[in-house]
């Protein structure tokens, strides 16, 4: 048996959303074989290594959950509320969060890559300015080495009359 499945896995509250979405949309109890498609979407979504089982497993948990919550609000408040629309809307809450998060995380990312962007432009306009500064330097560099060169032609021309002079 493979190690991963033995391991416990968590989940958090944006994996629990992303399950609920995923079962409201496909409502994998009209048909069973439904829950194939909930699970390759949730192990791409999430990359969290879990069996359709426990798929199913942790939908009745929250469901459960849901249901135990619920229950106890009614005796408490002894109103007679749809135990079905409550969930819905106990799902709608979780899924509407849900792309309320997601929505924030692709806001992140365009900043994210906006920022990166102006950080290559920048880094690109910092090395055209050194590149400019570098030819400046070698053109400063070219002419003293003509200027050296002018005056070691002069100073061999001096020392070549200076010669003819003294012979």
């Not at 074989?33 to 929250?62: C, E, M, P, Y």
């Not at 007679?80 to 929505?103: A, P």
Request: proline share 1%; charged share 30%.
């Amino acid at each position: 048996m493979d190690k991963t499945f033995n391991k416990r896995t968590y989940f958090s509250t944006e994996d629990d959303l992303m399950i609920l979405r995923e079962v409201l949309g496909q409502n994998p109890y009209e048909d069973s074989n439904r829950w194939n498609f909930i699970h390759l979407n949730i192990l791409q979504i999430t990359g969290k290594s879990i069996t359709t089982r426990a798929l199913q497993d942790r939908v009745k948990i929250l469901v459960n959950q849901y249901l135990n919550k619920e229950k106890k609000q009614q005796i408490k408040s002894s109103t007679r509320t749809s135990i079905k629309q409550s969930s819905i809307n106990y799902l709608t809450k979780k899924n509407e969060r849900w792309f309320e998060i997601r929505s924030r995380q692709l806001v992140l990312q365009e900043r994210q890559q906006t920022l990166l962007e102006k950080k290559c432009e920048a880094e690109h306009v910092e090395k055209i300015r050194k590149l400019e500064i570098k030819e400046k330097r070698l053109q400063m560099d070219e002419m003293k080495l003509k200027t050296q060169l002018e005056i070691f032609s002069n100073q061999q021309k001096l020392l070549g009359l200076a010669f003819q002079k003294h012979n």
